[in-house]
T-cell receptor, first 112, second 116 residues
Framework: LAKTTQPISMDSYEGQEVNITCSHNNIATNDYITWYQQFPSQGPRFIIQGYKTKVTNEVASLFIPADRKSSTLSLPRVSLSDTAVYYCLVGVFYNQGGKLIFGQGTELSVKP | EAGVTQFPSHSVIEKGQTVTLRCDPISGHDNLYWYRRVMGKEIKFLLHFVKESKQDESGMPNNRFLAERTGGTYSTLKVQPAELEDSGVYFC??????????????FGPGTRLTVL
């Protein structure tokens, strides 16, 4: 399983764009990159998933360079409600039986 | 559509007692997972059901933990007897299919278990 490394914490202000980078140097050919978000006192919530290049949805964008050894979650114009822990997960989870392997995540704090 | 629900939201018990946690997955989701976060640690996988069958229980810490999913609907996780180190938040998640890549798992709010 590919190990992931991401910053423990980040601070931002309302209205700014936030980019959280995750390193996964030993990512395998069949691995996907997935990000989850967790608010206090809630379970994690799926945000976005990608394999290569760029993926965008209504919540975020995911940028994956050609070598796939890192990925960047981009949150446009954050608000106070985006304060949460963000987890980067890498793997072909179907072949792992579907289980998710969480790291320590990045605690994002958005200030007014 | 109702999300994943868990009961109770909080449970405080004494060491040696028994506690049963319940999870109701999203209707129609064959895959049900249990995870937990003990204090200060990362969220860890416990086990995975496909319908009523245990697909993977490699994360179950010891035989004091028993998970069931009779009829392939709701699931229970029993801890007997509870120990201090079992304190933490227990999450349940469900998904339609494991899916390619990570797929998308829908998590419940968790049950916070405190063992005194």
């Amino acid at each position: 399983l590919a190990k992931t490394t991401q910053p423990i914490s980040m601070d931002s202000y309302e209205g700014q764009e936030v980019n959280i980078t995750c390193s996964h140097n030993n990512i395998a050919t069949n691995d996907y990159i997935t990000w989850y978000q967790q608010f206090p006192s809630q379970g994690p919530r799926f945000i976005i998933q990608g394999y290569k290049t760029k993926v965008t949805n209504e919540v975020a964008s995911l940028f994956i360079p050609a070598d796939r050894k890192s990925s960047t979650l981009s949150l446009p114009r954050v608000s106070l409600s985006d304060t949460a822990v963000y987890y980067c997960l890498v793997g072909v989870f179907y072949n792992q039986g579907g289980k998710l392997i969480f790291g320590q995540g990045t605690e994002l704090s958005v200030k007014p | 559509e109702a999300g994943v629900t868990q009961f109770p939201s909080h449970s405080v018990i004494e060491k040696g007692q028994t506690v049963t946690l319940r999870c109701d997955p999203i209707s129609g989701h064959d895959n049900l997972y249990w995870y937990r976060r003990v204090m200060g640690k990362e969220i860890k996988f416990l086990l995975h059901f496909v319908k009523e069958s245990k697909q993977d229980e490699s994360g179950m810490p010891n035989n004091r933990f028993l998970a069931e999913r009779t009829g392939g609907t709701y699931s229970t996780l029993k801890v007997q007897p509870a120990e201090l180190e079992d304190s933490g938040v227990y999450f349940c998640a469900s998904s339609l299919v494991p899916g390619q890549g990570a797929g998308e798992q829908f998590f419940g709010p968790g049950t916070r278990l405190t063992v005194l």
